[in-house]
C-alpha cells in the first residue's frame, strides 16, 4: 500500500514537473536585443562618429563621438564610449516590442563607467526606451526617460517624453514627470555601475521603476501611457560636454 501511495505520489510529482516545464516557455523573458560590442566596428570621425555593432549606435540630436575602447572596469573585450557635445545623445533601434496586455514586462540592463569624475548636474544622466521616428534632420519619438545627478545620486527621476513638435529623444523641456525626484540613489564616481530598468504594463498604467547595481533608485506609474511600443534605447549627459563608456547593454520582453 505504501509502495502503491509512492508510485502515485511520483508519478503526481513528475506531472507536475512536467506541466511547470511546459508552462515556462510563456513566462520566460525574450531576448530581444543585446549588445557587448564584441563584433562592434566604429566608424566616422572624432566627432561624428558612429559604432556598427548588434546595434547601429549613433547621435540622436547631433553628432556624437563614439569609439571602442578596453576597459578592464567593464570587463574583457571591447566596450563603447560615447563622448557627448552638449544636450545630445546617442541611441540604436531594435525590432519594435510591445506592452499589450496586463503582465507584459520589458527589462533593460546596461553596464556603465564614467572616466572622468562628474561634477553635480541635476538630470546629468539620462537614458530610456523609446518609440524612435526617424523625421529626417534628427531621430525623435515618444519614450520614458530615466534622469539622475550622477555626481551625487540625487534626484533620479522619471519622465514621459510625448513626441511633440520640435523637441528631440531624452530632451529636457516637454517631458511630463511621473517621479519628479526620487530618493538620491547612489552617486556614480569613475567606478563601474549596473543600470536596469523596466516597463510593465498593468491595469493602472504603465508601472516604470529603474536600479542602480541592483538597489532601488525610484518607481512609478503611467497612468495616461501613450506610447506602449518601443524599438530604441538611448542615452545622454544632458547639457554636460563629458563621456561615459558603456557595455552589455540587454533588452528582454516577458512572456
Ligand atoms: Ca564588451
Not at 503526481?12 to 511547470?20: C, D, E
Not at 546617442?90 to 527589462?107: A, C, H, K, Q, W
Not at 531624452?170 to 564616481?189: C, E, M, N, Q, W
Request: include cysteine.
Amino acid at each position: 500500500m505504501q509502495n502503491t501511495n509512492r508510485v502515485q505520489s511520483v508519478a503526481v510529482l513528475s506531472i507536475g514537473i512536467t506541466t511547470v516545464l511546459a508552462l515556462c516557455p510563456t513566462i520566460q523573458a525574450g531576448t530581444v536585443f543585446e549588445d557587448d560590442f564584441s563584433k562592434a566596428s566604429a566608424t566616422g570621425t572624432d566627432k561624428a562618429g558612429a559604432v556598427e555593432s548588434a546595434g547601429s549606435w549613433q547621435g540622436g540630436r547631433t553628432a556624437v563621438g563614439i569609439e571602442l575602447v578596453s576597459d578592464s572596469a567593464l570587463g574583457a573585450g571591447q566596450s563603447m564610449q560615447v563622448r557627448f557635445p552638449p544636450n545630445s545623445t546617442v541611441y540604436t533601434t531594435f525590432d519594435p516590442v510591445s506592452l499589450e496586455n496586463v503582465g507584459d514586462r520589458i527589462d533593460v540592463k546596461f553596464r556603465c563607467r564614467f572616466p572622468n569624475e562628474q561634477a553635480p548636474m541635476i538630470s546629468g544622466l539620462r537614458f530610456g526606451l523609446y518609440n524612435a521616428e526617424d523625421e529626417g534632420k534628427a531621430m525623435n519619438g515618444s519614450g520614458y526617460v530615466m534622469t539622475v545627478d550622477p555626481a551625487t545620486g540625487k534626484g533620479p527621476s522619471i519622465a514621459f517624453d510625448p513626441n511633440t513638435s520640435e523637441k528631440t529623444m531624452l530632451g529636457g523641456s516637454d517631458p511630463v514627470p511621473i517621479v519628479a525626484f526620487g530618493t538620491a540613489t547612489k552617486p556614480f564616481g569613475t567606478e563601474a555601475h549596473t543600470i536596469s530598468f523596466t516597463l510593465e504594463k498593468a491595469a493602472d498604467g504603465i508601472h516604470v521603476s529603474w536600479s542602480v547595481d541592483n538597489v532601488p533608485a525610484v518607481k512609478g506609474v503611467d497612468a495616461n501611457s501613450s506610447t506602449t511600443t518601443f524599438n530604441a534605447f538611448v542615452l545622454g549627459l544632458g547639457g554636460r560636454a563629458d563621456a561615459i563608456t558603456i557595455d552589455d547593454v540587454v533588452v528582454t520582453k516577458t512572456p
